[in-house]
């Protein structure tokens, strides 16, 4: 099974850039979509971008345009590269495999820590 470790948050000002870094284990990555999720504190997760083993890419609105996500199989790792920043954006982020329904992306059940992620104005 696929399991991951985040990495790369940090505290930045608004209009500043971060990159985060998902390190995966498991034989069979390249053949799972990934997904980056942010939570802020009391409220839900929310679903932040996905991309498919073939490269293809899926963003909520909020982030369009701002950030990046990609993927690098020989290396095991998903990335999240976040652009012009916004206080909004504070939140714990979370990578998992996942997969695309009807209604949306669904996550699978295990959850890693995360990495922090807090943007003053």
């Known amino acids: 099974q696929v399991h991951v470790v985040e990495s790369g948050g940090g505290l930045v000002q608004a209009g500043g850039s971060l990159k985060l870094s998902c390190g995966a284990s498991?034989?069979?990555?390249?053949?799972?979509?990934m997904g980056w999720f942010r939570q802020a504190p009391g409220k839900e997760r929310e679903f932040v971008a996905a991309i498919r083993p073939g490269g293809s890419t899926d963003y909520v609105d909020s982030v369009k345009g701002r950030f990046t996500i990609s993927r690098d199989n020989a290396k095991n790792t998903v990335y999240l590269q976040m652009n012009s920043l916004k206080p909004e954006d504070t939140a714990v982020y979370y990578c998992n495999t996942v997969r695309r329904t009807l209604t949306g992306w669904v996550a699978d059940d295990y959850w890693g820590q995360g990495t922090q992620v807090t943007v003053s104005a």
């Open positions: 498991g034989r069979t990555f390249t053949h799972y979509a």
